[in-house]
């Protein structure tokens, strides 16, 4: 008798220890998720519903847990074992959609339609164009098997002021085609394709890169400059400085209105994205550092939408505020599409101004780069070279960008 007794203590004693292992456990999966994603370091600045499910499915999911792990074995509990399993299921399910904000069919029409500004000035050997010029001549001149360029919209006219001066006039004229401008997604596309000698553009995006792993091609970045990626806001809107942890927790959905970052009467913040593959898109996963990136979502009216470019939508109003925040790179929004009713944010107390860029001071500070298929070689090689010798880098900084 006195065996049974001690085996049945320690059967209750071993399932008692079981069931405290197994809440603990899943406690600790929940914990160590919302520290990974930064729910727990940033819970103060959570001001939605979004935001905020992410830490409720692991609510669900730990008290699933405990509810299956301590209810007794008992056959009239066997319904409330199953819907608690189904919770504990469902909240783990629901999770990885939780934390960009899935939840709609639609984003309410928030992706931006590209609208380009006049290209027709920057382009190359056009009388009267824009673009930076040399002092003398180049001290390298290709008159034949030009390479073939093509890039993102903010460095045309950087790559059309190489073209013009190091390509021989008349070999352009005869083969126009190696000058050309597609955008950012589709010049990767077309680099991976072999079609394009050299591209010039922001960081390959891991889409991209995972692109030319599967058709066999080694992208060679090859530095050429610095420029910033700024944030962007109305320039009625009172807020001037932004940190980059407050930047995070508005793209991953914990903040969501403007008081939590400052501004009482701003309401919704309406912050807009780029397509998947952009260079700005690309810019913003770099800011984001592996956290999950909110989907768009639903507009608050659709007239926020418009049809103009992301440069034009940062000074959308809406309620009598400019509620909108968005991303570009500093040439692009200073000068090549400036709108003048929008600011550029300080990160940190520190604005991206040339000096600041050039020192490295401002913290969203990136290169950008000559992109080939592999190292460069033959004619594609020589311009790379050049464009980092003192003629190519005075090209870039007459330009409006950073050098090396």
């Known amino acids: 008798m006195d065996e049974i007794v001690v085996k049945s203590r320690a059967l209750k004693a071993g399932l008692l220890a079981a069931r405290i292992a197994i809440t603990a456990a899943a406690l600790a999966l929940a914990l160590s998720l919302l520290w990974k994603y930064e729910y727990l370091r940033e819970l103060t600045q959570i001001d939605n519903m979004v935001g905020a499910m992410p830490i409720a499915l692991c609510v669900m999911f730990v008290g699933g847990v405990a509810v299956l792990s301590w209810l007794k074995p008992v056959w009239r509990r066997v319904p409330v074992a199953i819907a608690v399993a189904l919770v504990i299921l469902l909240s783990a399910a629901l999770f990885p959609t939780s934390l960009v904000g899935g939840w709609w069919l639609s984003d309410g029409g928030s992706d931006v339609k590209e609208v380009l500004p006049d290209l027709s000035i920057y382009e190359p050997f056009k009388e009267g164009n824009e673009l930076a010029k040399l002092d003398g001549e180049a001290t390298l001149k290709l008159d034949g098997d030009l390479p073939v360029m093509d890039g993102a919209l903010a460095l045309y006219p950087v790559y059309t002021a190489f073209a013009e001066a190091v390509y021989s006039r008349m070999a352009y004229e005869i083969n126009r085609e190696s000058v050309m401008f597609t955008n950012t997604v589709k010049a990767f596309d077309a680099l991976i394709a072999g079609e394009r000698d050299v591209i010039f553009t922001a960081a390959a995006s891991k889409k991209q890169t995972e692109a030319a792993r599967a058709a066999g091609v080694e992208l060679c970045l090859t530095p050429i400059g610095k420029e910033a990626f700024v944030f962007l806001v109305g320039k009625d809107n009172p807020v001037d400085d932004l940190t980059v942890r407050q930047i995070r927790n508005v793209y991953s959905g914990k903040t969501a209105r403007w008081r939590t970052l400052g501004w009482k009467e701003g309401g919704e913040i309406v912050a807009f994205r780029r397509?998947?593959?952009?260079?700005?898109?690309?810019?913003?996963?770099?800011?984001?550092?592996?956290?999950?990136?909110?989907?768009?979502?639903?507009?608050?009216?659709?007239?926020?939408?418009?049809?103009?470019?992301?440069?034009?939508?940062?000074?959308?109003?809406?309620?009598?505020?400019?509620?909108?925040?968005?991303?570009?790179?500093?040439?692009?929004?200073?000068?090549?599409?400036?709108?003048?009713?929008?600011?550029?944010?300080?990160?940190?107390?520190?604005?991206?101004?040339?000096?600041?860029?050039?020192?490295?001071?401002?913290?969203?500070?990136?290169?950008?780069?000559?992109?080939?298929?592999?190292?460069?070689?033959?004619?594609?090689?020589k311009l790379v070279d050049w464009i980092l010798s003192e003629q190519g880098q005075s090209i870039i900084l007459s330009t409006g960008y950073s050098p090396l």
Not at 347 to 352: A, D, K, L, R
Not at 363 to 372: C, G, N, Q
Request: with cysteine; aromatic share 12%.
């Open 275 to 381: 397509p998947e593959g952009s260079g700005s898109e690309t810019g913003l996963q770099w800011v984001m550092d592996g956290l999950p990136i909110l989907k768009p979502q639903p507009l608050p009216d659709m007239s926020l939408a418009g049809d103009g470019s992301l440069m034009e939508q940062i000074s959308v109003e809406y309620g009598g505020v400019q509620p909108a925040l968005g991303y570009s790179y500093r040439y692009f929004a200073n000068t090549m599409y400036a709108n003048p009713d929008c600011k550029m944010l300080s990160v940190g107390g520190v604005y991206p101004s040339a000096e600041n860029i050039r020192m490295g001071a401002y913290p969203f500070t990136v290169y950008f780069y000559a992109v080939t298929r592999g190292e460069p070689t033959g004619n594609t090689k």
